[in-house]
């Protein structure tokens, strides 16, 4: 392609070292997973329940739970989404924005489609707590549109480090939408993910009594523990499958035993070892049991970041190194940041204590 | 420059971000105005165990702000996303310049969700002094995202003696000359707001007991008197901004003088509406009046932000970068692609690939095409074609192409609220010819 076509970075440069950049983005990128994912896959055992629960009152009362939550859930998953999106533009700003720019109708759809999805979380929790039955239509539509915005998010992210395929998505000036490039392998793995999440999401609310009462709790843990290990089983092969069909450079990376080799043996790894906890735990699902495989999986997805970041380097080093972009720290800024992080996790700290002052 | 241009039809990048800005600022600047009001209120009825008080703060606390603020927070990230795609460049740079104050802001913004969720669902649920702490955590939490947002943005205006790459470059960025004015500002029509529409929700509510309204409607006056200061704030910011943004405000835009004055207005109406109702002792406000007082809440602060806006131009970084994301002299020692004077030697379509129909190079152009290119890479961001926002077809109705090629050599003269033109006198010539086929002489 015209490499004019490429911007260059930006001329202010990094305002710290580009792996301090990369940690953080990780690790926050996993944290909007987490969330997201318990959106999505909360959507669809609500789904599930509505479909296959008929007439089930504890599974209406357990729809009604995690309905009741999804809305704070997707608030969340959104807002965690704002760190890794700033730190995606300061290292690849000048791809991003070109993506951003090429799938714009698309990318501001997003907002929206999140606003819709919020507000019709609270229409289906109030037609079941008003004692109506929820049919699976609203789910559906729900679980659709979540899907739809994981598609604009792969999209995106597969476009921008694709250049090769700018020039045939600007065809048609910021409608274009990219599903090349992988894309469809991306998002079949990252919902896969989603739908564990939702699972394990499902399992805490039973197991810490959120779901209303007894019976609606033992019949969240009860289907998060058998949807849990199944998709984590699926997602692992496809992630396999993921590898093995990506285009020949990036695939070339995974298998050249360095630091992006690592990551993907890890996040692996990761993926089987709390698959293996779960079905261990199901004998006696407590909830020691359950948070240690929960805590195995969300660092499978940090790992899960690092490959991803690792790949996407492979395929954007024709045109860029992290070692072009000139660093200039801001140490003093970045000092600020850490203590509100800290202070920022003593009040949530704080707050939760708070909520469970019952005289 | 440089980033492939989103040509939204009509209403241009710039209305873009206006229509998902504007309902974010509202509501996310009341959202924290109201976590004070609902702070406050509760702490008082606590104190005195008023129950009938403490329900009333409840339905305020669901319907007036947890509701709003799910959207709030929604269009606040649709803001990045509009940025991104309306204005690739100047966000770029603010990112780099500011993204530990961003990631500051964010840590607060986690706090402000679980804050306002916990409040709305543990309300009666809990011990009511721990409910009211966690009243207060919002409050003190909002206040800070407020204040870290409001260095940002009060510096695009005025940065005052930051230049790029200079040591503390964050902190004399973000201290600027405008950041107290335009914070205190802001803090004050947040409580202005949420006191209106307390105000409001009482007059909608019709039953609310006597006491109650009593009570709440004195709170509410004591939070809109504050707004009286901007009075004094505004004049300040106004002290502080670029001396071209002055006249335009002072008469050199029309738009921008009437915009002052009408915001001036509505602080003032605001104070004298609020001061009055506490001498007649008015402890039950019509809809009316408490509609009126919103509005002028509203449409004070939305005078302001349009004015910082439209004071900034021609750039969208003052004294650093052009709205069209071309650098001035600031930039040009860092900006190899698209500072001006580098455009001036090379051409603007040598930093615009984008702007050329794909597969086809500037070589192969007639010169209207290559006139609508240059006219897309440095006129589109602030000028529709034909019809919308800025159109410029119905300003050059009568105009000759000899008449727009001379206009183009002295544009930023001419309007000062227009940069200079960034390219070559061939470019010029192109972007003439395109021009006059769209004018009624035209060729
Ligand atoms: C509206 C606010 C949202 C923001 C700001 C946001 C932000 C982000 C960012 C910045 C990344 C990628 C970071 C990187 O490439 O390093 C990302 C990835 C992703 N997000 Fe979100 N997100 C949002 C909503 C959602 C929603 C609602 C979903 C799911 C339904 C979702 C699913 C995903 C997925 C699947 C990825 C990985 C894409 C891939 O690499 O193929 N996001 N998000």
Redesign the interface.
């Known amino acids: 392609m015209n490499s004019q076509l490429i911007p260059a970075p930006d001329m202010l440069g990094l305002p710290a070292h580009p792996l301090l950049l990369l940690v953080l983005l990780n690790a926050t990128l996993a944290l909007h997973w987490v969330f997201v994912g318990a959106v999505f896959g909360g959507t669809l055992i609500v789904l599930h329940n509505a479909v296959t629960g008929r007439g089930d009152a504890a599974r209406a009362r357990l729809n009604q739970a995690i309905l009741g939550f999804l809305p704070f859930m997707l608030s969340m998953g959104v807002t965690l989404g704002v760190a890794p999106l700033l730190f995606v533009q300061v290292v690849y700003g000048h791809f991003f924005y070109s993506a951003n720019v090429m799938m714009a109708l698309w990318w501001l759809l997003i907002i929206p489609l999140v606003i819709g999805t919020t507000y019709l979380f609270y229409v289906a929790k109030v037609r079941l707590a008003a004692g109506k039955v929820l049919g699976p239509f609203l789910p559906a539509i729900l679980a659709g549109i979540l899907l739809v915005l994981a598609m604009i998010l792969s999209g995106n992210m597969t476009l921008f480090q694709t250049p090769s395929a700018w020039e045939s998505v600007w065809r048609l000036h910021g409608a274009g939408f990219y599903h090349g490039g992988g894309m469809v392998g991306r998002v079949l793995f990252a919902l896969l993910g989603f739908a564990a999440l939702g699972a394990m999401f499902v399992m805490l609310l039973g197991k810490t009594g959120l779901a209303y009462d007894e019976q609606a709790d033992r019949a969240a843990v009860e289907i998060g523990l058998r949807a849990a290990p199944m998709c984590m089983g699926l997602q692992i092969a496809a992630g396999i499958l993921l590898v093995i069909f990506l285009p020949s450079e990036q695939r070339k990376a995974v298998f050249d035993f360095r630091w992006v080799s690592l990551f993907s043996v890890l996040a692996i790894g990761c993926l089987a070892g709390s698959l293996l906890l779960f079905v261990k735990a199901r004998r006696s699902p407590t909830l020691s049991t359950l948070i240690l495989p929960m805590a195995v999986y969300v660092l499978g997805l940090i790992m899960i970041g690092f490959a991803r970041d690792g790949i996407r380097r492979a395929a954007l080093a024709p045109h860029f190194q992290l070692g072009e972009l000139a660093i200039h720290p801001q140490w003093g800024p970045f000092a600020l940041f850490l203590a509100m992080m800290v202070v920022a996790a003593g009040l949530v700290t704080a707050l939760l204590h708070l909520a469970r002052q019952t005289d | 420059m ?7 039809p009509f209403f241009g990048g710039s209305l ?1 971000i206006a229509a ?1 800005a504007i309902p974010h600022v509202f509501i996310a600047q009341f959202s924290v105005g109201a976590s004070f009001l609902l702070a406050l209120a509760e702490r008082r009825a606590n104190r005195e165990g008023d129950s009938e008080t403490r329900a009333f703060l409840k339905t305020y606390a669901f319907t007036v702000l947890l509701v709003p603020y ?2 709030g ?3 606040g ?2 803001i ?3 940025t ?2 309306a204005s ?2 100047a ?3 603010m ?3 500011f ?6 802001e ?6 402000d ?3 306002i ?2 409040y709305v669902y ?1 309300w009666d ?3 009511p002094s ?2 009211n ?2 009243g207060w ?1 919002l409050a003190v ?1 909002s206040t ?1 995202t407020l204040v870290l947002i409001n260095g940002i943005l009060s510096f695009m205006l005025t940065p005052g003696s930051w230049e ?2 200079a040591p ?4 004399k960025a973000f201290f600027n000359p405008s950041f107290w004015p335009t914070t205190l500002m802001r803090f004050f029509v947040s409580l202005a707001l949420a006191g209106a529409v307390a105000l409001l929700l009482m007059a909608l509510m019709r039953t609310v007991p006597a006491a109650v309204r009593e009570k709440m409607t004195r709170l509410a006056y004591r939070m809109m008197l504050p707004a009286l200061a901007c009075l004094v704030l505004l004049p300040w910011a106004f002290s502080v901004i670029p001396e071209r943004s002055q006249q335009f405000i002072q008469g050199g835009a029309i738009a921008m003088t009437l915009f002052f004055a009408m915001g001036m207005a509505c602080f003032s109406l605001l104070a004298l509406g609020t001061i009055l109702a506490m001498v007649r002792r008015e402890w039950n406000p019509s809809v009316l009046g408490a509609s009126l007082l919103i509005f002028f809440a509203f449409v004070g602060y939305a005078c302001f932000e349009f004015v910082r806006e439209g004071a900034r131009k021609p750039y969208v970084i003052e004294g650093f970068m052009y709205s069209t994301g071309v ?1 001035t002299e600031k ?1 040009q020692a ?4 698209a500072s001006l004077a580098v455009l001036r030697e090379k051409g603007v379509l040598s930093a615009a ?2 702007v050329l129909p ?2 086809r190079t500037i070589a192969e152009l007639t010169p209207e095409e290559k006139g609508y290119a240059v006219f897309k890479a440095a006129c589109l961001a602030c000028h529709q074609v034909y019809a919308g926002y800025n159109a410029v077809q119905p300003l050059i109705g009568g105009w000759t192409r000899e008449t727009l090629r001379s206009y183009l050599d002295t544009m930023h003269e001419q309007r000062p609220m227009m940069p200079p033109f960034p390219g070559t006198d061939a470019e010029k010539d192109a972007l003439a010819a395109y021009m006059a086929t769209l004018t009624r002489r035209g060729k």
């Open positions: 440089e980033y492939p241009i989103f040509d939204l873009l998902i799910v959207l927070a929604m269009t990230v649709g990045w996303f509009a991104s795609v690739p460049r966000i770029s740079s990112i780099h310049l993204v530990w104050g961003w990631a500051a964010w840590t607060m913004f986690i706090v969700i679980v804050a969720y916990l543990t649920r809990i011990r721990a409910h702490a966690i955590i939490s800070v790029p790459l503390y470059g964050f902190w650098t930039g860092l900006d190899k692609r690939s984008w794909l597969g």
